[in-house]
């Protein structure tokens, strides 16, 4: 009796309803298979987060020759700034080659003004080469024509000088032989008269003689001159 009273206590204690021992194991696997799904859930999640927290894609501004490689953004503020750098750069780099193109054509301007310059230069000198070319040209057929003249002024006088000296030697020989007549015969009209004019053509001939052999002397130093003038002009020009 007491036994039957602790089971009805007992039994009155407990108003839960009784659990079988399949619902248990039903109730514990349905608990096990959210445990066991959560490290995919949680991939999932952090690759959207992922794709959320990544930069825009920007399209890749052209690279100028000698431009350093740039990085990319991490960030949308990173990417602004970035840009801007890139840019500052492509400007920096335009105006280098615009700079460097001028600096050409300037070198190219003054290389071209030199170049004419010298040309004119070269131009004046052979005019002046040319002038003067002809001018000795000139003075050397002056030359020639003035020792063709010289020679035959030097073979002129140098007839006369012998004429004049040959008129001298036969005046001389007949004033001579008169004067020794005379002392031989004594006073005699004719033979002074012979002396007399034997006497007057010797001092019109002596006189002569001196002279043209005075200008022979000079016609013939003139001769070698000029022709050392000339033999000079042919030397140069060889």
Request: proline fraction near 4%.
């Amino acid at each position: 009796s007491s036994s039957s009273s602790s089971s009805s206590s007992s039994r009155g204690l407990w108003q839960g309803p009784s659990v079988s021992t399949s619902t248990t194991r039903t109730t514990m696997s349905a608990l096990v298979r959210p445990q066991v799904a959560l490290p995919k859930v949680a991939a999932a999640a952090a690759a959207a987060a992922a794709a959320a927290a990544a930069p825009e894609t920007q399209e890749e501004s052209p690279i100028l020759p000698g431009a350093a490689k740039r990085p990319k953004p991490s960030s949308r503020s990173g990417a602004l700034a970035l840009s801007a750098a890139i840019a500052a750069e492509d400007a920096a780099e335009r105006r280098r080659l615009e700079a460097e193109r001028r600096r050409e054509e300037e070198e190219a301007a003054e290389r071209a003004r030199k170049e004419a310059e010298a040309a004119v230069v070269l131009e004046r000198q052979e005019l002046i080469m040319l002038r003067l070319t002809q001018d000795q040209e000139f003075q050397q057929s002056l030359m020639q024509d003035q020792l063709k003249d010289l020679t035959s002024r030097q073979q002129a006088l140098l007839l006369e000088l012998e004429t004049a000296a040959s008129e001298v030697a036969e005046t001389e020989n007949s004033l001579r032989n008169a004067q020794q007549r005379l002392e031989r015969f004594g006073e005699n009209p004719r033979l002074q008269e012979e002396v007399s004019r034997s006497e007057a053509r010797l001092e019109g001939l002596r006189p002569r003689c001196s002279d043209l052999e005075q200008e022979l002397s000079e016609v013939e130093a003139s001769i070698m001159h000029n022709s050392e003038l000339l033999a000079a002009m042919l030397a140069d020009e060889g």
